[in-house]
Antibody, heavy 120, light 109 residues
Framework: EVQLVESGGGLVQPGGSLRLCCVA?????????MTWVRQAPGKGLEWVAN????????RYVDSVRDRFTISRDNAKTSLCLQMNSLRVEDTAVYYC?????????????WGQGTLVTVSS | QTVVTQEPSLSVSPGGTVTLTCGLS????????PSWYQQTPGQPPRTLIY???IRSSGVPDRFSGSILGNKAALTITGAQADDESDYYC??????????FGGGTKLTVL
């Protein structure tokens, strides 16, 4: 059974930093692209970033590029999202997700999410 | 900026059939790997369909994906009360970023 467990969420002031991580199990982590998706309170889903199997290819939504960094540690089956220069509009539940084979979708399996609140 | 469009809300009677659509402000969706997700309040999304018409593991066959004209479509046949949810589509843009639609709130009544 695929399991994705996020951690690291919390309350942070505007301009601050936070590091989210997701520990994966139940599949061969090193064979899979991985994705972060977020959802602001009461709003829809937004794709944030994804990373390929060896970390050599990373993509970001324009609104977080140059502020967020996605990374992975295949030995630890861990996916992380370093978030810097946080803004109020980054407040959201952040989901870690595993795409299906060949990454023909951003997500097939989802974690439960971790809440990030950016507020003074 | 490309916008992915969905109906804001739809309704269906129990046992009925409903089709939700997903379009692009410009261009065809057939090459954009449309996927569909279901979400109820307080829960993570659940993947229903990816790559236009491939059902995710465990998804019943009353959920089906297709292309209708210039749009991706999710059809629910034999609607049940617990199908009342928000439904999101997503499309890949130019082989790179993914863009979600705004979601469709489906009411079963």
């Amino acid at each position: 059974e695929v399991q994705l467990v996020e951690s690291g969420g919390g309350l942070v002031q505007p301009g601050g930093s936070l590091r989210l991580c997701c520990v994966a199990s139940g599949f061969t982590f090193s064979d899979s692209w991985m994705t972060w998706v977020r959802q602001a309170p009461g709003k829809g889903l937004e794709w944030v970033a994804n990373i390929n199997q060896d970390g050599s290819e990373k993509r970001y939504v324009d609104s977080v590029r140059d502020r967020f960094t996605i990374s992975r540690d295949n030995a630890k089956t861990s996916l992380c999202l370093q978030m810097n220069s946080l803004r109020v509009e980054d407040t959201a539940v952040y989901y870690c997700a595993r795409p299906p084979p060949r990454a023909v979708s951003p997500a097939d399996d989802w974690g439960q999410g971790t809440l990030v609140t950016v507020s003074s | 900026q490309t916008v992915v469009t969905q109906e804001p809300s739809l309704s269906v009677s129990p046992g009925g059939t409903v089709t939700l659509t997903c379009g692009l402000s410009s261009g065809s969706v057939s090459i954009n790997y449309p996927s569909w997700y279901q979400q109820t309040p307080g829960q993570p999304p659940r993947t229903l369909i990816y790559h236009t018409n491939i059902r995710s593991s465990g998804v019943p066959d009353r959920f089906s994906g297709s292309i209708l004209g210039n749009k991706a479509a999710l059809t629910i046949t034999g609607a049940q009360a617990d199908d009342e949810s928000d439904y999101y589509c997503v499309l890949q843009m130019g082989g790179g970023p993914w863009v979600f639609g705004g979601g469709t709130k489906l009411t079963v009544l």
